[in-house]
């Protein structure tokens, strides 16, 4: 059934749980038997959620949350009866609300994002919706040429480019991953469900909107970005590709620094007043040419470790049982988390089920390591990046100096050339057997587990893959996964190196107002600038910023409006 959009309120039901093999059509006996309805007195009902519940193995559920169109008399009937059951309430209001337009005609200057990933494209999208026709400035190619240049380097049909590649290009580090789409970010505004909706508008499959932990996958998420874009640019909104910022133009009045423009690798100057600085986590060179110019930033800790690979139908039955392959499951997840006795802590990161272990570098002589996932999820393995936390006080030794908040720019460079050369220093991923890895022993030849790491993988020792403490981390943690997944430990588990771009090594200092808190008019946003960690809260934090960038531009148009409410309504 489909409800039908009123204005009046409903009521949503949640934890309805049903099991594995049901139909469409036993939902709604289910409302009525949870509630005591009489069938004829249920209009209509939508799925809001849905999840597994697998708990109990051998009794695994799916579990709803739907809302319900009733009587209105009935509804407070059953909102009086239920009023101290927390899955009986009002359906919430989770419209995200606008907080100004430009009016028509206007003349204010246009900002300028930086930056076509998650994080930049959201951003530039409010901004367009708030009639400001923003520019948006892409170090890399269209998504469709982007892809070509990464596939290409992965088959060796291309060579590698440090302009379009894993992390460059339109859709940013993202598109080559599995597209999750969740986050544990608070969100009382309800950011993270226009950004679902604007996604299935750009043509994501309308389950993201139900799914417990959706995702999209590679290869839709290609669609999605070019649907983003057209819309951008039909609402006035402008974007360059192979536009590289190279530096910022400042002025500086007493006290106060304040943005001028920027500068362009092609030599190109662009007025700007409002810049957001949306570059990801790796845009070295950017950051360092902000702290070239001044700009505040800090160390931040980040993680490194390692991928590795199962067979697929290993995790599907520790997680499943006897219900593995189902097709109502699908390919099985996991989240590991291990604290160990040197004080680290070993934990899972961007594990893709039914997935491919890729290459990721974006500098010419290193090797990273990263996970990918079609929406299909149907690969013959599983793999995870397995991390380990990396401090402010580990980066001391590879700074330029004390404190230097680029120290940890320089430590995963510094294991990113040693994975390159443990590889064989042709862009093939060093790798060694789990069993040959705990006991300290080179691994020469593949076990049962077929590498998916293309352009290749090396057997060799990755002992001296990263640094001592991480590999006596990941030697104690990794037997006690076991425990939660059995059979984890396996002597074939294949571990590929080396994962070093779980999150930005900086983040850059801002005010409340959004902006560089040394620099007015800079507005670091997303995971580059330390403030997001993945697809969905960087898309958030890209509408949080383009929210205070309108702000201060409609306050120059309606000086007495302190919350934009003075403008054109949204």
């Known amino acids: 059934m489909q409800m039908r959009t009123a204005g009046r309120a409903v009521l949503r039901l949640s934890e309805l749980k049903l099991p594995l093999d049901h139909t469409p059509e036993d939902l709604a006996p289910a409302i009525c038997k949870r509630l005591k309805l009489d069938p004829a007195v249920l209009r209509q009902f939508r799925i809001v959620k849905q999840s597994i519940d697998a708990r109990r193995r051998q009794n695994i559920q799916v579990a709803y949350s739907l809302d319900l169109e009733l009587p209105e008399e009935l509804e407070r009937k059953l909102l009086r009866r239920f009023e101290r059951d927390p899955h009986l309430q009002l359906t919430p209001d989770t419209l995200y609300r606008?907080?100004?337009?430009?009016?028509?005609?206007?003349?204010?200057?246009?900002?300028?994002?930086?930056?076509?990933?998650?994080?930049?494209?959201?951003?530039?999208?409010?901004?367009?919706?708030?009639?400001?026709?923003?520019?948006?400035?892409?170090?890399?190619?269209?998504?469709?040429?982007?892809?070509?240049?990464?596939?290409?380097?992965?088959?060796?049909?291309?060579?590698?480019?440090?302009?379009?590649?894993?992390?460059?290009?339109?859709?940013?580090?993202?598109?080559?991953?599995?597209?999750?789409?969740?986050?544990?970010?608070?969100?009382?505004?309800?950011?993270?469900?226009?950004?679902?909706?604007?996604?299935?508008?750009?043509?994501?499959?309308?389950?993201?909107?139900?799914?417990?932990?959706?995702?999209?996958?590679?290869?839709?998420?290609?669609?999605?970005?070019?649907?983003?874009?057209?819309?951008?640019?039909?609402?006035?909104?402008?974007?360059?590709?192979?536009?590289?910022?190279?530096?910022?133009?400042?002025?500086?009045?007493?006290q106060e620094r304040r943005l001028k423009g920027l500068h362009l690798a092609s030599g190109e100057f662009i007025a700007a007043e409002h810049v957001v600085l949306a570059v990801g986590h790796s845009a070295r060179d950017c950051f360092e040419a902000l702290q070239e110019q001044g700009v505040a930033m800090e160390r931040k800790p980040f993680s490194v470790g390692f991928r590795i690979e199962h067979p697929q139908p290993l995790i599907d039955t520790a997680r499943w049982g006897a219900c593995a392959g189902h097709p109502r499951l699908g390919a099985a997840e996991y989240k590991l988390v291990q604290h160990v006795s040197n004080g680290r802590c070993v934990y899972s990161f961007c594990m893709c089920p039914g997935g491919l272990v890729v290459g990721a570098t974006s500098e010419t002589g290193r090797v990273v390591t990263n996970g990918m996932s079609q929406h299909s999820r149907n690969e013959r393995n599983a793999n995870s990046g397995i991390v380990v936390n990396i401090e402010p006080a580990d980066l001391e030794p590879y700074g330029a100096y004390p404190g230097d908040p680029l120290a940890g720019v320089a430590f995963q460079r510094h294991w990113e050339s040693r994975a390159f050369e443990l590889g064989g220093s042709d862009y093939s991923a060093p790798g060694q057997r789990l069993g040959d890895f705990l006991a300290g022993q080179a691994s020469g030849e593949p076990g049962t587990i077929q590498p998916s790491y293309a352009p290749g993988v090396t057997y060799t020792d990755l002992s001296a893959a990263l640094p001592d403490f991480v590999i006596q981390a990941l030697r104690e943690a990794l037997p006690q996964f076991s425990r939660q997944i059995p059979g984890y430990a396996m002597e074939d588990a294949l571990l590929t190196g080396v994962e070093t771009r779980t999150s930005s090594p900086i983040r850059i200092p801002r005010n409340e107002q959004m902006e560089s808190a040394n620099t007015h008019g800079l507005y670091p946003a997303g995971e580059g600038a330390g403030y997001a960690g993945g697809i969905l809260s960087a898309a958030m934090d890209g509408i949080r910023v383009a929210e205070a960038v309108g702000l201060s531009l409609l306050r120059r148009q309606s000086p007495g409006a302190p919350d934009g409410s003075a403008c054109d309504p949204a």
């Not at 309800?190 to 499959?205: D, F, I, Q, T």
Request: aromatic share 8%; hydrophobic share 35%.
């Open 98 to 254: 606008p907080v100004g337009r430009a009016p028509a005609g206007h003349s204010l200057p246009r900002p300028v994002v930086v930056g076509a990933g998650p994080c930049g494209y959201f951003c530039a999208l409010l901004l367009a919706e708030m009639g400001l026709k923003p520019l948006l400035l892409e170090r890399g190619k269209p998504v469709k040429e982007r892809t070509a240049d990464t596939f290409g380097f992965w088959r060796r049909e291309r060579p590698f480019n440090p302009e379009s590649n894993a992390q460059f290009g339109e859709g940013g580090a993202g598109t080559f991953s599995d597209g999750k789409l969740y986050s544990q970010v608070r969100d009382p505004r309800h950011l993270g469900r226009k950004v679902l909706e604007e996604l299935v508008a750009a043509g994501a499959n309308p389950e993201i909107l139900v799914k417990h932990h959706p995702h999209i996958g590679t290869f839709k998420l290609a669609t999605v970005v070019r649907g983003l874009r057209r819309k951008i640019e039909a609402l006035g909104g402008t974007i360059r590709f192979e536009s590289r910022m190279t530096s910022l133009e400042l002025s500086d009045s007493g």
